[in-house]
């Protein structure tokens, strides 16, 4: 009976600690020879936190969401708190570009404004990556302004890291 | 003879998962090695060498502000990795536009927010002609890619590869 039992094991559990084994090793490795690989160029890899100063800027927003936005108001992300706040807020009326008696002009939209925050954060770093609550942080990448009573898709128009 | 059998071995010898841990090993080894070359093997295989080339760009329009964030000498990464190449020229240029005015005349003009940048870029690809590989992007003339270092990732077109001497 105990033979049969033996025969009818098709798994060996030593072979699927192995294989685990062996692929934890190759990710450990693949992350190892990488930053080996930025450290052969002279480039130190540092991760943490960084302090940053953000520009961002959402288009189309309606008159009565845009003045939700307040100095001082933590930044949402994931469901909670970021540490990033709004340090200045600006709003102005929208435009679209035109063509007025022969000069390229700025043609107001009526109902629309335009939202420009800056955003004092400790982002997360690894190396040359930036991320706030998920989101990446660069110059040209879209950006949701998001804050407990504020929110709009944006983009980011500037990033300083502060020393 | 069946090519499994029951006990999951191949042609009755060897254990499935014995193959799997082999072509694991396999897979390691080569992975090992390609790393140890800085992914030589992997570009000798597919006949790619090491070429510096100098690299021209245009911008797509973006704020001045967003612009004056490409800086000499900095390092162009690939998302949480640093590349062998580094902005060497920028120069913001305007926008130019054309609309049609009230009188119907076509009017050319800078665009009033918007302006363009010539970013050069001096960098080491993998080179397997005709085509120069840098990071997980392709330059080739017209390509539209992305300049991206630790603070920006802006669309650009090429409009020049030279080799650097």
């Known amino acids: 009976m105990t033979n049969n039992k033996t025969k009818k094991k098709k798994f060996n559990i030593i072979d699927i600690l192995a294989v685990l084994a062996i692929l934890a090793l190759a990710i450990l490795l693949a992350l190892y020879f990488g930053m080996k690989s930025n450290a052969s160029r002279g480039i130190k890899l540092i991760t943490g936190k960084v302090d940053l100063e953000i520009i961002a800027e959402a288009e189309d927003v309606l008159d009565e969401v845009a003045v939700s936005a307040k100095e001082g108001d933590k930044l949402v992300a994931l469901k909670r708190v970021q540490d990033a706040s709004l340090s200045k807020v600006e709003i102005i009326n929208d435009y679209e570009i035109s063509a007025i008696d022969g000069k390229i002009t700025k043609s107001e939209k009526t109902g629309k404004k335009r939202v420009r925050v800056t955003i004092s954060a400790k982002a997360n770093r690894y190396g040359p990556y930036f991320d706030i609550g998920g989101q990446k942080i660069k110059t040209g990448e879209p950006y949701w302004i998001k804050t407990v009573k504020f929110n709009a898709l944006g983009n980011i128009i500037s990033v300083k890291i502060k020393e | ?165």
């Open chain 2, 1 to 165: 003879m069946k090519i499994i059998n029951k006990d999951l071995k191949l042609f009755g010898k060897i254990h499935l998962l014995d193959i799997l841990i082999i072509v694991l090993f396999l897979f390691l080894l080569v992975g090992l090695v390609d790393k140890f070359s800085d992914g030589k093997l992997v570009s000798s295989l597919s006949g790619a060498s090491d070429l510096k080339i100098r690299v021209s760009f245009v911008t797509e329009p973006y704020y001045e502000e967003s612009l004056k964030n490409i800086k000499i000498d900095d390092k162009l990464v690939d998302n949480k990795k640093y590349l062998d190449g580094k902005i060497s020229n920028v120069e913001i240029i305007d926008y130019k536009i054309s609309k049609l005015d009230n009188n119907g005349e076509n009017i050319v003009g800078s665009h009033p927010d918007y302006k363009r940048a010539n970013v050069e870029v001096i960098c080491t690809v993998k080179y397997a002609p005709p085509v120069y590989s840098f990071g997980k992007q392709e330059f080739t003339e017209g390509n539209i890619v992305f300049l991206t270092t630790e603070t920006i990732n802006l669309k650009a077109y090429v409009t020049k590869i030279e080799k650097v001497k």
